[in-house]
């Protein structure tokens, strides 16, 4: 059974960096690339939104326009690990964080949540001066 587990939320200021972790477990298909990995967050109040995505099979990355160059996402296999670098964060940015994986075909990257089956309990992350 696959697991996520996040970590690295809390306070940043305005402008400030983060770095999110979300440590894979139960998952050994790494080296067939059948993968795709995507980060969610969801404000109070509001839907869960899209934040980034790689595949493993396209070896791409994706982002939407809200934090494109500001929002980096990584794959560290050999520590079963996805990344998620955050830069000049703005009080927009807030909410909890999700880790999401999905191993169904096609293995490119979605929007949808409903493209993930797996998910982690969230990290928050809070920006204020």
């Known amino acids: 059974q696959v697991q996520l587990v996040e970590s690295g939320g809390g306070l940043a200021q305005p402008g400030g960096s983060l770095s999110l972790s979300c440590a894979v477990s139960g998952f050994n298909g790494f080296s067939e690339n059948t993968y795709r990995f995507g980060w969610f967050r969801q404000a109070p109040g509001k839907e869960r939104e899209y934040v980034s995505c790689k595949s493993g099979w396209e070896g791409k990355t994706y982002s939407p326009d809200s934090v494109k160059g500001r929002f980096a996402i990584s794959i560290d296999k050999a520590k079963r690990t996805v990344h998620l670098q955050m830069n000049n964060l703005n009080a927009g940015d807030a909410g909890v964080y999700y880790c999401?994986?999905?191993?169904?075909?096609?293995?490119?990257?979605?929007?949808?949540?409903?493209?993930?089956?797996?998910w982690g309990q969230g990290t928050q992350v809070t920006v204020s001066p």
């Open positions: 999401a994986m999905s191993t169904r075909a096609p293995y490119g990257c979605y929007e949808d949540y409903d493209d993930y089956e797996t």
